[in-house]
């Protein structure tokens, strides 16, 4: 028999809201650093603004940041799979228009960890995003690589959100 629990209002209680935090208007102050994988701790600021959209009643929403000083948009899907109980990220930007390989993962006291395989400058590595800090006005996510399969992180994006009125 399917598990009903994510399905119409009863949903409300489940996993699938996760992200309804993240509805609506932010400003994000950006931090990233400037070289990967060479022990540097240069890091540049940049602003953005983001908006956020509900889809499938919960199960999914999308973003769209905007980087004005830095001539580009980017946006996220992100899907609850009902079946195995965890989100898949999904990012593409408008330098590209190519949509990422995704990143999966699940909430747990009130922290959400997302990891998946990506490549970068040609060599394979993982990646982990972090949602952490939220309330109802705010939220921080965090980016970090692991080129020797996770046995080691260095974290090079980190955005904090401020809901706009």
Same mark, same amino acid.
């Given at each position: 028999?399917?598990?009903?629990?994510?399905?119409?209002?009863?949903?409300? @209680?489940?996993?699938?809201?996760?992200?309804?935090?993240?509805?609506?208007?932010?400003?994000?102050?950006?931090?990233?650093?400037?070289?990967?994988?060479?022990?540097?701790?240069?890091?540049?600021?940049?602003?953005?603004?983001?908006?956020?959209?509900?889809?499938?009643?919960?199960?999914?929403?999308?973003?769209? @940041?905007?980087?004005?000083?830095?001539?580009?948009?980017?946006?996220?899907?992100?899907?609850?799979?009902?079946?195995?109980?965890?989100?898949?990220?999904?990012?593409?930007?408008?330098?590209?228009?190519?949509?990422?390989?995704?990143?999966?993962?699940?909430?747990?006291?009130?922290?959400?960890?997302?990891?998946?395989?990506?490549?970068?400058?040609?060599?394979?590595?993982?990646?982990?995003? @972090? &949602?952490?800090?939220?309330?109802?006005?705010?939220?921080?996510?965090?980016?970090?690589?692991?080129?020797?399969?996770?046995?080691?992180?260095?974290?090079? &994006?980190?955005?904090?959100?401020?809901?706009?009125?």
């Amino acid at each position: 028999m399917p598990d009903r629990r994510c399905q119409g209002r009863a949903a409300m @209680i489940t996993p699938v809201n996760d992200f309804d935090f993240f509805l609506g208007n932010w400003n994000v102050v950006n931090r990233r650093l400037t070289k990967l994988f060479v022990g540097s701790d240069e890091w540049y600021s940049f602003p953005g603004t983001s908006t956020c959209h509900q889809v499938f009643g919960g199960g999914g929403n999308f973003d769209e @940041i905007d980087f004005p000083t830095l001539g580009f948009r980017g946006c996220t899907l992100r899907l609850f799979d009902v079946e195995r109980r965890e989100w898949s990220l999904y990012w593409a930007d408008s330098r590209t228009g190519v949509l990422g390989a995704p990143v999966a993962g699940t909430f747990a006291g009130g922290r959400g960890d997302f990891y998946g395989d990506d490549v970068l400058d040609g060599r394979p590595i993982r990646a982990h995003y @972090i &949602w952490s800090d939220i309330t109802p006005d705010s939220a921080r996510w965090e980016q970090e690589f692991s080129a020797d399969g996770g046995q080691t992180w260095e974290s090079n &994006w980190v955005m904090e959100f401020t809901r706009r009125p």
